[in-house]
Nanobody, 126 residues
Framework: QVHLVESGGGLVQAGGSLRLSCAAS????????MGWFLQAPGKKREFVAF????????YYADSVKGRFSISRDNAKNTLYLQMKSLKPEDTAVYYC???????????????????WGQGTQVTVSS
């Protein structure tokens, strides 16, 4: 069992930056592949990025490549999402998610993740 709590969301102007954090508690954080997903109002949940248990592998949705960066600090049990050059279309609730590194296949599907945080709102004004 792992408990995830996101923070760092807020209101920012287009072109601005935010850094989201996801604090994990429970079983060993380094056992998990971690991901970020977003859900905009009235839309389905979308993949944003994932990072392997060691941090050596990352993958991004095309919509955020070059603007967002996922990272983790296993010593601090924390996952991060650095977001730059934010656009109004990035407005959404952002969720972190965890799954056992031994069972993950693609890391890009929400159905692969067992544990989810409560989400943090990111609003980008034009």
């Amino acid at each position: 069992q792992v408990h995830l709590v996101e923070s760092g969301g807020g209101l920012v102007q287009a072109g601005g930056s935010l850094r989201l954090s996801c604090a994990a508690s429970g079983r060993t954080f380094s056992s998990y592949t971690m991901g970020w997903f977003l859900q905009a109002p009235g839309k389905k949940r979308e993949f944003v990025a994932f990072i392997s248990w060691s941090g050596s592998s990352t993958y991004y949705a095309d919509s955020v490549k070059g603007r967002f960066s996922i990272s983790r600090d296993n010593a601090k049990n924390t996952l991060y999402l650095q977001m730059k050059s934010l656009k109004p279309e990035d407005t959404a609730v952002y969720y972190c998610a965890a799954t056992d590194r031994r069972t993950v296949i693609t890391g890009r599907l929400g159905t692969e993740y067992r544990y989810w945080g409560q989400g943090t709102q990111v609003t980008v004004s034009s």
